[in-house]
């Protein structure tokens, strides 16, 4: 089994940064594209950052220029750089991999594989 677990969230004033981690543990053998996807009350869960095993990210529009992704790949973590945050940066953020583990003899894929999530709150 494998599992992705976040850190890092927290309450923060607007315009102050905040750094989300995620780790993935078990039997990993490949982090394919990592994301951040986050989620405000009322909301649907929305993309925010991702980030291919080649190290190449994209971003939605609302965060771009503000928020910046990346990972190590020897750590097994990606992680989520926000800086000039907003009160609409609120909620919770999670993270979701594409990734590889080995079960036994054999090798799985887990397309969609997510977090429990973190809550980010950004007081104006």
């Known amino acids: 089994q494998v599992q992705l677990v976040e850190s890092g969230g927290g309450l923060v004033q607007a315009g102050g940064s905040l750094r989300l981690s995620c780790a993935a543990s078990g039997s990993i053998v490949s982090l394919r594209t990592m994301n951040w996807y986050r989620q405000a009350p009322g909301n649907q869960r929305e993309l925010v950052a991702s980030i291919s095993g080649d190290g190449s990210s994209n971003y939605a529009d609302s965060v771009q220029g503000r928020f910046t992704i990346s990972r190590a790949n020897a750590k097994n973590t990606v992680s989520l750089h926000m800086s000039s945050l907003k009160p609409e940066d609120t909620a919770v953020y999670y993270c979701?991999?594409?990734?590889?583990?080995?079960?036994?003899?054999?090798?799985?894929?887990?397309?969609?594989?997510w977090g429990q999530g973190t809550q980010v709150t950004v007081s104006s």
């Open positions: 979701n991999a594409d990734l590889i583990y080995q079960s036994g003899v054999s090798l799985r894929r887990v397309p969609d594989s």
